[in-house]
């Protein structure tokens, strides 16, 4: 029986025409069939026992024996492929099917492997992988060098003829060119692969007549090929000369140009006699066609080069006149508004007034046609460089938004930010760019917008992971009277003011949106316009920015707080994690109030409770309010801040939020900024540089609430005027260089109201005899002065005796603005570059960082003066406006303290006390910032006594604050 099975086994073996092989784990052959035995042209007897990885290659052993090793009992089957070598020790190509064979106890005991010969599929699959190969070099190459600018067409062509080299196994490949007026011929580019002798400099003007037969060929469109040199004849010209390169076989083709013969392109075999396949032929014939249209491009464009330097200099000529138009308009425009600026602080009649705003707004927009001018000539000259850094799109966008939000409410229109949702805390690109590209948007949106909003989307596009790239999309979306398609047609072009159709007297260069385009244009994005008539208008532009490796952790100096969300609906669309991680906060959900009581209940929560608590109104009014009010009467939740989520706005009873001690009330779709501002309040302290938000459409800034908004609009206005007398006052001696007599004027009016001390002199010579006999604390240096100008001053200052001397702050204040003159100021020693015009805030700025303020080193100052101008950008008028009002704020709400106090309302006093702690850390006042902190812990315990005594000490520091902003010379409060 056991013979029978036996001799079964064997037929089916031997009537397999693959190849069958046993063999053990040691890869020692137990038994094949006839077909493997003849493959190998071997007995079956002289296999037995041998290892078939005799068979194979050595380089393949590890491949074989790694794939063996891989099967189990679970996986006992494996195909792959790999070389063998037939009888006559040629390399083929092999598919083997492997299966490992165990035993009851799971020990291996042998394999059974089945194999073919695959050669002929493998040689098929290698000559269209070659074909593929082909084609595509051939493609790369041709885009390669058909975009290729002048300057690069030489290291493009030896790019090239290193490609083609290496692809078809050539030792040196190289371009000659024929010179048949002088019967020469050069060697002008060459490629020679690792260990190839270089021959170019031995290759130049060599006579036609050492190559006859190749002139007369390459001249008839025909290659030369000689298979192997050794057999030319010894007195061969050609021998003569390729002999001593090695070069043992070769093939040229020839380059035309219309009828025209410019040279020729070669390859060479070093090592060894090559035999060029019909593959290779038609390579080097078409790719030798690519680099002669490199060559006719290079020769073309040469001839162009007198006409382009012309050019050149013609241009160079047109930059210095442009320097010289902008210095010479810059400066009187200079004295225009700063006289201006005095004219309005010398209490005009009301008609006076309107004709300094008329020269104002016309020097404005001056000075705003003449930077356009610049920043165009810049990127038409190349001039304009993209700086790119690592840098946070939230801060990009609100300090956008930031810069025209006073604009916007002076117009009655909400600006903010609706969406902000880029996950990527850090990402890389041209922020300076993108803020100046932004801004354009928003200000044009704000201009050609009369009532309604302004709204700014910032998300993700795309992202490429594999390149490290985010495509971010910025869009500004208004609600102004929209355009045509045919308005649309003439936006982005030059001198087209956008919505000029909707105001003829808008002003301006009519340059912004097209230098905006040109921008994003250098940072390889899109930029675009969707509008209709009546719909309003959504400017965009999309960028790529790159995602560093490293992106910062959230800088939390507290545990991790936690959030609940408590709904039956999928709302977790809106709570983006990057949002919460970023607030350092974890969120549960809980899908209805049953389960969520219990959670709220359970120890886990009692030990760490949940600070904020959002609920779906889905469940019913009813039956959230009393949640709500359950959860209130636990002490435990004193402090959560509880948030409801409706449908719509009918389902909204704002009068809930004081009845029921409720947060807010939010209604879908939840936007990303009323989920931020919701955690920013409850985990912050006090509100830092995250919560100075502009961003929310419906929401008041932090010192109005929406109810007296535009009662407080006209105070702020009113406080800006009142700003003109004394806006702060510094200590220190400062020499000022200025030879023009309005600027010296304006300077002089600047100063005084500064209260520092100063001299004016009108060239560089005084500044230095000055220097000698007086100590300075500053000095504002104009550039360019008769006899000796800002740089020469600048230089002999520096190397005087005396660290005072030698290192006294020295700021360029220029009209000069082209690229490159900020650099010559620097270089020249200088610190820091003001341009013409400037204001005196642009001065205030420079004060604060190299003088005194008078009330600094005063250790009882309850502002810290100089982090507020830091904060604000040196805005005095905004800075006065929002401590006047803080002032008066601050009094209203300590009255509310006091009656909230006597009512016994803790909710009461606690959000008085958590906004004036808020406020105060705006404004960087410690002490009322510290009280406000200790009377929330003091609301928290429902200690009346302390309650009171603190309210009396926040009497007492506003008091404080007050009287030190008179004595500072900050003028008055609102009230007074």
């Known amino acids: 029986?056991?013979?029978?099975?036996?001799?079964?086994?064997?037929?089916?073996?031997?009537?397999?025409?693959?190849?069958?092989?046993?063999?053990?784990?040691?890869?020692?052959?137990?038994?094949?069939?006839?077909?493997?035995?003849?493959?190998?042209?071997?007995?079956?007897?002289?296999?037995?026992?041998?290892?078939?990885?005799?068979?194979?290659?050595?380089?393949?052993?590890?491949?074989?024996?790694?794939?063996?090793?891989?099967?189990?009992?679970?996986?006992?089957?494996?195909?792959?492929?790999?070389?063998?070598?037939?009888?006559?020790?040629?390399?083929?190509?092999?598919?083997?099917?492997?299966?490992?064979?165990?035993?009851?106890?799971?020990?291996?005991?042998?394999?059974?492997?089945?194999?073919?010969?695959?050669?002929?599929?493998?040689?098929?699959?290698?000559?269209?992988?070659?074909?593929?190969?082909?084609?595509?070099?051939?493609?790369?190459?041709?885009?390669?060098?058909?975009?290729?600018?002048?300057?690069?067409?030489?290291?493009?062509?030896?790019?090239?003829?290193?490609?083609?080299?290496?692809?078809?196994?050539?030792?040196?490949?190289?371009?000659?060119?024929?010179?048949?007026?002088?019967?020469?011929?050069?060697n002008t580019h060459e490629w020679c692969g690792e260990g190839i002798t270089r021959e170019i400099d031995n290759l130049q003007g060599v006579p036609l007549d050492y190559i006859p037969e190749w002139v007369n060929k390459h001249t008839q469109k025909k290659m030369m090929v000689i298979k192997d040199?050794?057999?030319?004849?010894?007195?061969?010209?050609?021998?003569?000369?390729?002999?001593?390169?090695?070069?043992?076989?070769?093939?040229?083709?020839?380059?035309?140009?219309?009828?025209?013969?410019?040279?020729?392109?070669?390859?060479?075999?070093?090592?060894?006699?090559?035999?060029?396949?019909?593959?290779?032929?038609?390579?080097?014939?078409?790719?030798?066609?690519?680099?002669?249209?490199?060559?006719?491009?290079?020769?073309?464009?040469?001839?162009?080069?007198?006409?382009?330097?012309?050019?050149?200099?013609?241009?160079?000529?047109?930059?210095?006149?442009?320097?010289?138009?902008?210095?010479?308009?810059?400066?009187?425009?200079?004295?225009?508004?700063?006289?201006?600026?005095?004219?309005?602080?010398?209490?005009?009649?009301?008609?006076?007034?309107?004709?300094?705003?008329?020269?104002?707004?016309?020097?404005?927009?001056?000075?705003?046609?003449?930077?356009?001018?610049?920043?165009?000539?810049?990127?038409?000259?190349?001039?304009?460089?993209?700086?790119?850094?690592?840098?946070?799109?939230?801060?990009?966008?609100r300090e956008s938004v930031q810069l025209l939000e006073l604009k916007a409410r002076e117009k009655g229109i909400v600006l903010g930010i609706d969406r902000l949702d880029v996950p990527w805390r850090l990402l890389t690109g041209a922020k300076v760019r993108i803020k100046q590209v932004l801004i354009n948007l928003i200000d044009n949106a704000v201009n050609y917008t009369s009532e309604g909003s302004v709204k700014i989307i910032v998300r993700p596009d795309t992202v490429k992971k594999d390149e490290q790239l985010v495509y971010v999309r910025f869009e500004v979306i208004d609600t102004g009277i929209g355009m045509t398609g045919k308005q649309q047609k003439q936006l982005f072009t030059d001198f087209s003011p956008p919505f000029f159709y909707a105001k003829k007297n808008s002003g301006g260069s009519g340059l912004g949106l097209l230098i905006s385009k040109n921008l994003v244009d250098q940072m390889q994005g899109q930029i675009g316009i969707d509008s209709n008539p009546g719909e309003g208008t959504r400017a965009w532009f999309t960028i790529p920015l790159g995602v560093p490796d490293q992106q910062p952790k959230p800088e939390?100096?507290?545990?991790?707080?936690?959030?609940?969300?408590?709904?039956?609906?999928?709302?977790?669309?809106?709570?983006?994690?990057?949002?919460?991680?970023?607030?350092?906060?974890?969120?549960?959900?809980?899908?209805?109030?049953?389960?969520?009581?219990?959670?709220?209940?359970?120890?886990?929560?009692?030990?760490?409770?949940f600070c904020v608590i959002l609920v779906d109104l889905e469940f019913g009014a009813a039956e959230v309010l009393g949640f709500v009010d359950n959860l209130k009467d636990n002490a435990l939740f004193f402090d959560s801040k509880v948030v409801l989520i409706a449908s719509s706005q009918k389902q909204v009873n704002r009068a809930?939020?004081?009845?029921?001690?409720?947060?807010?009330?939010?209604?879908?779709?939840?936007?990303?900024?009323?989920?931020?501002?919701?955690?920013?309040?409850?985990?912050?302290?006090g509100i830092g540089e995250n919560e100075i938000v502009y961003d929310s459409p419906d929401s008041a800034s932090v010192f109005e609430t929406s109810n007296e908004k535009k009662e407080d609009d006209s105070e702020l206005h009113a406080s800006f005027e009142e700003l003109g007398e004394t806006p702060v006052q510094f200590t220190g001696n400062v020499l000022v260089a200025e030879d023009n007599s309005v600027n010296k004027m304006l300077i002089d009016f600047i100063l005084r109201k500064l209260g520092v001390r100063y001299t004016i002199v009108e060239n560089g010579r005084d500044v230095i005899n000055e220097m000698k006999k007086s100590d300075y604390d500053l000095i504002l240096m104009d550039c360019q002065m008769p006899v000796v100008d800002g740089f020469m001053a600048t230089s002999e200052i520096r190397s005087m005796s005396g660290k005072k001397k030698s290192k006294i702050p020295i700021i360029a204040v220029t009209a000069h603005v082209i690229k490159g003159y900020k650099q010559r100021c620097i270089a020249a020693g200088m610190n820091e570059y003001i341009s013409k015009p400037y204001s005196a805030r642009d001065i205030i700025k420079v004060f604060f960082k190299y003088l005194r303020s008078r009330e600094h080193d005063k250790k009882d100052a309850p502002l810290e003066l100089d982090k507020l101008h830091e904060r604000f950008d040196g805005n005095v008028r905004l800075i006065h406006s929002l401590v006047s009002k803080f002032i008066k704020d601050s009094r209203q709400q300590i009255a509310g303290l006091l009656s909230a106090l006597e009512k016994g309302d803790y909710h009461e006093l606690k959000q008085t006390g958590h906004s004036m702690k808020g406020a105060a850390a705006l404004l960087h006042n410690g002490d009322i910032y510290n009280k406000s902190e200790q009377l929330e812990t003091a609301v928290k315990n429902r200690s009346d006594e302390k309650i009171s005594e603190l309210i009396h000490e926040l009497s007492k520091a506003v008091d404080t604050l007050e009287q030190w902003w008179k004595r500072a010379g900050q003028g008055n409060t609102p009230e007074d």
């Open 556 to 609: 939390h100096t507290e545990p991790e707080k936690r959030g609940l969300v408590i709904t039956d609906r999928k709302l977790k669309a809106v709570f983006l994690d990057h949002q919460t991680n970023r607030l350092n906060c974890s969120l549960t959900y809980i899908s209805d109030l049953q389960n969520a009581s219990r959670l709220l209940n359970s120890a886990d929560t009692r030990e760490q409770p």
């Open 229 to 397: 040199v050794s057999k030319l004849p010894k007195e061969n010209g050609v021998r003569q000369i390729l002999e001593p390169q090695s070069v043992k076989s070769l093939i040229t083709v020839p380059m035309h140009h219309n009828e025209e013969c410019l040279g020729f392109v070669g390859f060479d075999a070093v090592r060894s006699v090559k035999q060029w396949s019909e593959h290779e032929i038609q390579l080097l014939k078409v790719l030798t066609e690519l680099i002669a249209n490199a060559v006719v491009k290079k020769r073309t464009e040469s001839e162009m080069v007198r006409a382009r330097y012309e050019a050149v200099a013609a241009n160079e000529a047109k930059s210095r006149f442009l320097a010289n138009m902008s210095h010479e308009v810059r400066t009187p425009l200079n004295g225009i508004l700063g006289m201006a600026e005095m004219l309005s602080k010398s209490n005009p009649n009301p008609q006076q007034q309107r004709y300094i705003n008329i020269i104002q707004s016309s020097g404005e927009t001056l000075q705003g046609i003449v930077r356009d001018v610049l920043d165009l000539h810049r990127i038409e000259t190349n001039q304009f460089t993209l700086e790119h850094t690592d840098f946070s799109i939230d801060d990009a966008v």
């Open 656 to 685: 809930w939020i004081a009845e029921h001690d409720i947060y807010d009330i939010l209604v879908r779709p939840v936007r990303t900024f009323e989920i931020e501002r919701v955690f920013a309040a409850q985990f912050s302290d």
């Open 1 to 186: 029986m056991v013979e029978g099975i036996k001799d079964l086994y064997n037929e089916i073996i031997e009537s397999r025409q693959e190849l069958v092989c046993k063999f053990d784990e040691d890869t020692r052959i137990l038994l094949v069939n006839d077909a493997y035995a003849k493959a190998f042209n071997k007995t079956k007897e002289e296999l037995i026992g041998k290892s078939f990885l005799d068979l194979v290659p050595e380089e393949e052993h590890d491949k074989i024996r790694s794939h063996l090793n891989s099967l189990t009992r679970r996986e006992p089957e494996l195909t792959y492929q790999h070389e063998v070598i037939s009888s006559d020790g040629s390399i083929i190509w092999h598919e083997w099917y492997d299966r490992a064979i165990f035993d009851e106890t799971g020990k291996l005991s042998y394999f059974i492997s089945i194999g073919r010969d695959i050669t002929e599929n493998k040689l098929m699959v290698e000559k269209l992988r070659y074909q593929q190969k082909f084609q595509a070099l051939v493609m790369d190459l041709a885009i390669y060098l058909v975009n290729i600018p002048l300057d690069t067409i030489d290291t493009a062509i030896h790019n090239t003829l290193r490609k083609i080299g290496e692809f078809a196994g050539v030792d040196r490949a190289y371009v000659f060119r024929y010179d048949f007026e002088n019967s020469l011929t050069f």
